[in-house]
C-alpha cells in the first residue's frame, strides 16, 4: 500500500484507545481500502490516483477515529456484574443461618467463603479481559487437558466422597468437575469448525463421556451432556444433522435403559423407586424427599420462628431449601428471579453477537448455568432425583463457584468485544 493510505490508517487509528480495536479496525479499513482503490483501477485510474479516491472516499481520518473509537471501546456489562455480586452475598446467608440456629460454627466457613467470594470475583474479572477469540484454535488443547483430568482422577484418586474419587495435593483437589470449563471450551471450537466430521465429533464425545462415567460422576456427566448436545444444534452442522445426531443416542439411551433395568443392583433400584413412590420407602431412599417436603410445608412466606430443625447438606447441595426453610418463600422466590436473570441476560447477549464463536460459547454458557440451577431446584421441590449438581453462587465450596466465575467471565470476555468482529460492516 503507498504511504498515503497507510498515514490514513495510522491517523485514524491515534484515536482509538483499545488495542485490540486498534487491530481489528486497521485491518477492516486496509481491506475497504483495497477493494475501493482496486475498483477506481479498473475505472482507469493509475495506482496512485486510485489510491487518493479511495482515501478521500474513506472521510476525514479525525472524524472516522474518533467514531470508531465510541463504536469499539471495550464495555462491561454491568448487569451482570451487579447480578454477580448479588448472587456471591447471598451465598453467604445459608452460613449465617446455620450458625444462628446452632447446627455449625460459621467462623471458619465464613472465612472460607469469603476467599472463595473473592477468588471467584478475582476470576472472573481476570477471565472478562482475556481475548476469547484467542481460545478458538486451542480445541484440540482444551479437550486434551480435560481429558488428562479425568483419567488422573479416574486411576490416580486418593480420597473419596460420596462415592466420587477425588485427587487430593496439598489445599488443592481435583475433581472431575475441573474437566467440565475445558471441555467447554473445546466444543465451542470443535462445533464452529465446519471442516470436522461427524464421525469425529462423535468418537471424541463418547471417549470423553466414557471417563465420565468410568470415574463415576454421574451428575458430571449429565451436565457434559446436556451441554454438548444444545450446542450441538448452534454448530456449524446445520439443524437436519442436529436432529439426526440427536435422535439416534436418544432412541439408544431409551432402549439401553430398557435392557439395563434388570440389570439393576438393589440399592440402585430402592434410590428410583424411593424418587417415584417416596411414601412407601419413607424409612429408606424416600425419607429425603419426604423430609424437603416437610421442611417446606413449614417455611412459610418469611421461614421458621422459634427452633429450627436440622437439614443435611443444607450449605452444599441442599441450600436452596435450607433458604427457603430459614427464611420463606419470599426469599427463594428473589433468589430465583435473580438466577433466572443471570440466564436472561446471557440469552439477550448470545443475540447481540455477531461472531458465530462467540455464540457458542453463551449458549454453551447459558447450558452449563441453566442445567445446574433448574435441577437444583427441581430435586428440592421433587422434579428430579437428588443427587450432588449445585445451585450456582449459592452453594459452598471452591470448584462450584469457580467454575460458574469462569463462565461469567466467558459471558463478559464476549460481550466486552462484542463489536470485534470482521464481517465488513466498516465504511459499508
Known amino acids: 500500500m503507498i504511504k498515503k493510505g497507510e498515514r490514513f490508517l495510522e491517523e485514524v487509528t491515534n484515536h482509538i484507545k483499545s488495542k485490540e480495536a486498534k487491530k481489528f479496525v486497521a485491518a477492516e479499513l486496509q481491506f475497504h481500502l ?13 495506482e496512485e490516483e486510485a489510491e487518493e479516491q479511495a482515501v478521500a472516499q474513506m472521510g476525514s481520518p479525525v472524524v472516522l477515529g474518533q467514531e470508531l473509537n465510541k463504536l469499539h471501546r471495550p464495555r462491561i456489562d454491568w448487569f451482570i ?8 452475598g447471598l451465598g453467604f446467608l445459608p452460613l449465617v443461618a446455620l450458625g444462628n440456629a446452632g447446627f455449625m460454627d460459621t467462623g471458619y466457613f465464613l472465612v472460607n467463603k469469603i476467599v472463595v467470594v473473592l477468588l471467584g470475583i478475582a476470576g472472573a474479572f481476570g477471565m472478562a479481559l482475556v481475548d476469547y477469540r484467542k481460545f478458538e484454535k486451542l480445541g484440540w488443547l482444551f479437550y486434551l487437558v480435560g481429558t488428562l483430568i479425568l483419567l488422573l482422577v479416574s486411576y490416580t484418586p486418593n480420597i473419596f466422597m460420596n462415592g466420587v474419587p477425588y ?7 481435583i475433581e472431575s468437575l475441573m474437566a467440565l470449563p475445558f471441555f467447554f471450551l473445546a466444543w465451542a471450537s470443535f462445533f464452529n469448525n465446519s ?10 464425545f463418547l471417549l470423553s463421556l466414557y471417563l465420565f462415567l468410568l470415574i ?4 458430571a456427566a449429565f451436565i457434559y451432556i446436556v451441554m454438548v448436545f444444545v450446542m450441538l444444534w448452534w454448530s456449524r452442522l446445520g439443524r437436519k444433522r442436529a436432529l439426526v445426531i440427536t435422535m439416534v443416542p436418544s432412541c439408544l439411551f431409551v432402549i439401553g435403559g430398557l435392557l439395563l433395568w434388570s440389570t439393576l443392583k438393589e440399592y440402585q433400584l430402592q434410590r428410583i423407586l424411593g424418587y417415584l413412590h417416596p411414601e412407601k420407602y419413607a424409612d429408606g431412599a424416600g425419607y429425603m424427599y419426604l423430609r424437603l417436603k416437610e421442611l417446606l410445608s413449614e417455611a412459610g412466606w418469611f421461614g421458621v420462628s422459634g427452633q429450627a430443625e436440622f437439614l443435611p447438606a443444607a450449605h452444599t447441595d441442599l441450600v ?12 427463594a422466590l428473589i433468589l430465583v428471579l435473580i438466577l433466572v436473570f443471570f440466564a436472561a441476560r446471557m440469552l439477550v447477549i448470545s443475540q447481540q453477537v455477531k461472531g458465530h464463536y462467540g455464540k457458542l460459547l453463551l449458549v454453551g454458557g447459558i447450558t452449563l448455568f441453566a442445567v445446574q440451577f433448574i435441577y437444583n431446584v427441581g430435586m428440592i421441590i421433587g422434579f428430579f432425583p437428588i443427587t450432588s449438581i449445585s445451585l450456582p453462587f449459592i452453594s459452598y465450596g471452591l470448584m462450584p463457584t469457580m467454575f460458574n466465575a469462569f463462565l461469567m467471565g466467558i ?16 465504511c459499508r
Not at 485427587?167 to 483437589?173: D, M, Q, R, S, Y
Not at 463415576?216 to 451428575?219: A, D, S
Open 167 to 173: 485427587i487430593k495435593i496439598g489445599p488443592v483437589t
Open 195 to 204: 471442516s470436522l466430521k461427524v464421525w469425529k465429533l462423535g468418537m471424541l
Open 81 to 88: 456484574v451487579i447480578l454477580l455480586v448479588a448472587a456471591m
Open 320 to 331: 436452596f431449601a435450607s433458604l427457603t426453610y430459614y427464611y420463606g418463600y419470599s426469599f
Open 216 to 219: 463415576p460422576n454421574l451428575p
Open 411 to 426: 459471558v463478559l470476555s464476549v460481550y466486552r468485544r462484542k463489536n470485534l468482529y470482521s464481517d465488513g460492516a466498516i
Open 34 to 46: 483495497m477493494k475501493t482503490k482496486n475498483s477506481w483501477i479498473e475505472k482507469g485510474l493509475n
